[in-house]
């Protein structure tokens, strides 16, 4: 599981490169660049998110098999 | 592979909305957007709560039908969360239009007839959250609430898709005079994100749906045993 979210987040990043050597925009937002800060810690709260939502989904599943 | 057949729609929502989260803030933006400027990708946020709210909403009056022809606590659970989670993307797509709205239209409440059907519909599906939470017979509540359901979902419908697309003037894009985001969209980029867009977001809210309609019974199954004793 923890490979796969690397590797996912590897090619997030590789991603990102390419479109920003394609991206010329003059926009007021990615002028200075960082903007991909701001996209990469909201990548990596949403990937924490989610790997909280299957933790809870997992807890389910045990209790149900309980029940 | 078992983990895949089982949660494949999950897995599918998490790399959606993350496609949308990275690419919704990086891609290139048609020039002829006015005073939205960056603003327009809001349109891979906000927009994708409406939609998934019809969605949610229309799979909860399903489930509502479906428990009126063949009674089954499930069923009902399952038009029950449904519904709350619908309501909830509804309040998000709310909120952030309110936002959006104040930063664009210079106030956040304008009296555009999208936002004036949204609050009549929203107060009317408040209706099945007080029959939800004042009846204590769980066979009653279900059969009201799903009966309530299968009349205000097509109500609900018509006051935010029907009524503001047949009035005078709008400012919503597609509804009264205006045009669709689609006329003038000179490039196809946002479109690539759109689209993955509500599905993620739409799968993202039906796994939370699902996670609380299993929470709902378990609980159900548990107070019956209590019963028993």
Known sequence: MKKHIFSLMAL???GMQAFAQTANSGSMLRASGKIYVV???IAIIFI???LYLFRLDKKLSRLEKQA | MKFLQKAWYKALAALLVLYTLVYGLLIE????VGILD???RNLFYHVPMWFGMMLILLAAWVNSIMYLSKPNPKRDAYATELTNVGLLMGFCGLFTGMFWAYNTWGTAWT????LNGVAAGMAIYGGYWMIQKSVNDDAKR???GAVYNVFVFPIFLALIVVMPKLAQ???HPGSGDTVNFKTYNSSQNMEMVFYPAVVGWTLLFVWIAELRTRYRLIKLHKDNEKAHF
């Open chain 1, 12 to 14: 997030l990043v590789w």
């Open chain 1, 39 to 41: 996209v990469g810690i």
């Open chain 1, 48 to 50: 924490l998110i989610v």
């Open chain 2, 29 to 32: 933006l048609p020039a002829d």
């Open chain 2, 38 to 40: 960056e603003t327009i």
């Open chain 2, 111 to 114: 009296n555009d007839p999208k």
């Open chain 2, 142 to 144: 279900a059969r009201l």
């Open chain 2, 169 to 171: 003037s709008s400012i």
